[in-house]
Each structure stands twice: as C-alpha cells, then as structure tokens.
C-alpha cells in the first residue's frame, strides 16, 4: 500500500510551547490511520497544520500529498487538496435542510446560473447511499439527533471528492447506535478506497477501527503500531510515558479534616438541562484532590458552579468547615475561602494591560486601607514579599502581565491567590500552555500550598499530572462520578474504564 501522505520533521512552535517537535508520519492510501494521546500531545495542531488552519509559513516541515509538497495558505487550500477534517464542534448550518448543507457553496446549477433543485436533490440522494442515511433531503439539520448530523457533515466531504477525511473526537456526543453506525460507514469508505485519520481518546475504538495507531506524548513522535499487534496497556504506556514517580516524586503531606463538603451538587445548562449530576464529596485540609475526566465530563462547570458562577442554575449543599453555605457570587465565594484559577487565565484570571502589582492585589485590597485610602507602601511591601516567594520572573513589579511569559503570567494568578489565604485552592488546568520547566515550578508551588495545610482540588487533562501530583483522584464522565480512588491503590485501567464509561479490558 502506497503513502498518501507522508509528515517530514514538522515542527510549530507556539511562545513557550513546542506544539509539535520534529514529527515524522507516514499515512498509507486507503487506511484508517488511529492518532492517540493525552490532551497536549500535539493531536489538535497537527489537524489544524493538515487542515490549513495554520498555514506553511508558521511551522517548518514538509507535507507531501502523494509525494507531491503541499503547502496550504488556509482551509479552503486544504479542501481543494482533498483533505477535510470533521469537528467535535459541527459546522451545518442549522437551518438550512440536508442537501443545502451537502452542497453549500458548491450548488449544482443549470446554464443560467440558478441552482439545479432537481439535480441538487439527485446528487444527494447519491451521497446520502454512500453513507447509509434515509432522510428527506429537506429536512432542516436542526431536527437532526447529533449523529445523524455528523454523517451529514461526511456526505458534505463526500460531495467534495474528498481524499483524506479527518475525524477530531467523533463520538464524544454520540450513543452506543450512533456510534456503531459510524464505524460500518467508516468500513464502507475504506473499502472504496478513502483514507481516513482518527484521532480519539477512546483507545478501545481506536483498536476497533484503525488499521495503524500513531501515539504523539509532549508534541513527540513516540511510535507507529500495527492495531493487531497492540492493545490497551502498550498503548497507555505509550501514550504515558516515563514512570509517573520520576517525573512527580512523591512527598508524604498531613491530611487534616473536612474543609468542604458537597452534597448531590447539580449544575443545570441555560436551557436547563442536567450537565452536573448529583455530585458528593469531600476535601480535607493538606489534600491534593485530583478531578480527571474527558473534555464535556462537567468538571469545570462543577466547580464553577460551587464558585458561584451559576448562582441560579444550581441544586444541592455545600459544607465549608463544617457550615453550610449559599454561594451566590464569586465575590461571595472568595471571601468564605475559596479561590478559583481559571482553566483560561488571559481571558478570566488576568488584567494583561495592568502591572504584576495591579493584578496580584486586585482581589484583596481592603488588606491596604490606611486611614480611608490605600496605602501604597504597605500594597508594595506585601505584594514584593510574595513575589520573592513565588520567584516571578519580571524586571519590577509594575512590569505588565501581558509581557511576562505563560508560566510567569500563572505565578501571578497565584500570587493574587496567596494573597487572599484561601482555606482551599480550586486549580482548573494550572499548568495548562506552559513549558515543562515552568510546569515542574507550579508543580513545587502547589506542593508548598498543600505543605501550608491548605486543601487543593487540582483539575488537568494529563493523567500523568493527575496521578503524579495527587493524593487522591476522582473521575468524571458525563457530569457524573464515575470512581474515588486513593493514589496508593489506584490502577491507570480503572481510571481510562472511569473516565470512558466504558470497559477497556
């Protein structure tokens, strides 16, 4: 079987991130080519470089097209190349129907240029057995169940004389049929010769479908594995790496008692649907508590929600040392202990345009009042303490955010934290865009806070963070606990079953 498409030393650097270091991929013509690993292995912008999204001048590398050099300035390069990539996030126009959307833009028409409703309609119906739907061709895609819609989105690449079809996470939003139905339309197109790439983090479907599994790890090339020839713990180890307990080694921290109890918490979308689920638990001070769980487990809107994001959107009891409590703000929130760093800090934990000073006492500044004003020496003095401790690298204090690096600009948010003495920390992805030595300095920080006594719920993507950085680890899936488990007991198979809701073994 002949490549269709060969990766050569690509590489795309983002500030203080190597997104992709020197990946090397051959794709054979005419397989389904399995991509897996964790969250930040590099999966997404490899898609984005293929896709057009990124395009030739902002990585280096070469891409080769059945061996001839591509270089796509944007996406609609990548589509007239062949090449099409189907989103977690579905783009159909909703209120449009089945054949609109199959052949938006690309509208057959007759010789005075108004589209061919006939054979618009014919052409679809084509597509439409290719795939193995049966649906009216006006049915608007907004009465459609959302795998109903992801086989549009394909009849759509179809349409296009596709030859490589990309699939970003395809199942995520699918039931157990709908996603059966996506993998004999998969064998269908293999078998008329279409080359597919898959990437997901089910790696019990990656085995079923995938002929060959490529495993990125920190934007490597880690290895190319025939799917017969693996299986589910060579790939974990593949995709893990290194033993755990090199990377995070352990330090024995007291645990003390309850600082928060949460009963049958639930968090309700704006169109109030259940998307957190009767939720119990318990922190105790000096704890790391990790959260793990796939994108859409409901662990953010969780804890946002215990944060007082939701104020109106929410159900259940929560205990801070022992008193229960209604938190209906943030503000409410911080003032009764508790500090949230935001899985997005430049959009939600900073102020970029304002100096380190400026964001670090933002939160706290009755802590200055001297004689009805804020005292300006007394805010340096304390805000520089802190600043020495935490090691932020700047030129001075009334430096600007916005030009310090990713993991100097999270310091700060955590400075800002330290500076309000929370009874406990709720960190969302801390380490999440920043380099590994930057990543080992938050680690050590978080370490210190627990030393301190204070009680961390540690949310993250990286099961190798997860399990290296906590004491004891909850798992997530579709806004529901899934396991709790102990990290001197825990088992890596249990926690994938947890977080898939699914049986790997």
Do not use: W
């Not at 990539?85 to 089945?98: G, H, R």
């Amino acid at each position: 079987m002949n490549n269709i498409l060969e990766i050569k030393n690509l590489t795309k650097v983002f500030p203080g991130v190597v997104a992709l270091d020197n990946v090397n991929i051959n794709i054979k013509k005419g397989e389904i080519h399995g991509i897996c690993g964790e969250n930040g292995a590099g999966k997404s912008t490899l898609i984005k470089i293929l896709s057009g999204i990124y395009p030739k001048n902002t990585y280096k590398g070469s891409i080769l097209l059945n061996g001839d050099a591509i270089a796509f300035k944007n996406n609609k390069d990548a589509k007239n190349a062949g090449i099409a990539t189907i989103y977690q996030e579905l783009s159909l126009v909703q209120e449009l129907n089945i054949a609109e959307n199959i052949f938006l833009n690309n509208e057959p028409s007759n010789k005075f240029g108004v589209i061919d409703n006939n054979k618009l309609f014919k052409e679809t119906q084509k597509i439409l057995e290719q795939v193995g739907i049966d649906s009216n061709f006006d049915e608007k895609v907004v009465n459609l169940s959302i795998g109903k819609r992801q086989i549009i989105e394909i009849a759509k690449a179809l349409s296009k004389n596709v030859k490589i079809l990309i699939f970003d996470e395809p199942t995520s939003a699918l039931t157990d049929q709908e996603v059966e139905t996506l993998m004999n339309i998969l064998k269908k197109l293999k078998k008329k010769g279409l080359t597919c790439i898959y990437i997901s983090h089910r790696l019990s479907e990656i085995l079923q479908i995938c002929d060959t599994i490529t495993t990125l790890r920190d934007g490597k090339f880690i290895g190319t594995k025939v799917s017969k020839e693996t299986n589910i713990k060579k790939l974990t180890k593949m995709i893990i790496g290194k033993d755990i307990e090199k990377i995070y080694p352990k330090e024995k921290i007291p645990i003390g008692e309850t600082v928060l109890k949460v009963e049958d918490f639930c968090v309700y979308d704006k169109r109030g649907k259940k998307i957190v689920k009767n939720v119990t638990f318990e922190l105790k001070k000096g704890e790391i508590l990790g959260f793990y769980g796939l994108i859409g487990a409901g662990r953010t809107e969780l804890f946002s929600g215990i944060f007082g994001a939701y104020p109106n959107r929410i159900d259940g009891n929560v205990y801070i040392q022992g008193k229960k409590v209604q938190i209906k703000s943030p503000e409410d929130a911080i003032r009764r202990g508790i500090f949230l760093l935001t899985e997005d800090r430049k959009r939600y934990g900073l102020f970029k345009d304002k100096t380190i000073k400026y964001n670090i006492t933002i939160s706290t500044l009755d802590k200055f009042i001297q004689n009805f004003t804020i005292s300006e020496e007394k805010e340096t003095i304390y805000t520089s303490e802190i600043y020495d401790k935490l090691s932020i690298k700047a030129s001075s204090l009334n430096m600007y955010v916005k030009n310090l690096s990713g993991g100097n600009q999270q310091k700060v948010v955590f400075a800002r934290a330290l500076m309000a003495e929370p009874n406990f920390f709720i960190l969302d992805e801390p380490t999440k865009g920043i380099d590994v030595g930057a990543k080992m300095e938050i680690h050590n920080l978080i370490k210190k806070i627990a030393r301190s006594g204070v009680a961390v719920i540690l949310i993250a993507s990286e099961l190798s963070e997860i399990i290296g950085m906590s004491d004891r680890v909850i798992t997530m899936h579709e806004g529901k606990i899934t396991g709790d488990e102990k990290i001197e007991t825990i088992d890596r198979g249990s926690i994938l079953n947890n977080i898939f809701g699914e049986n790997l073994h």
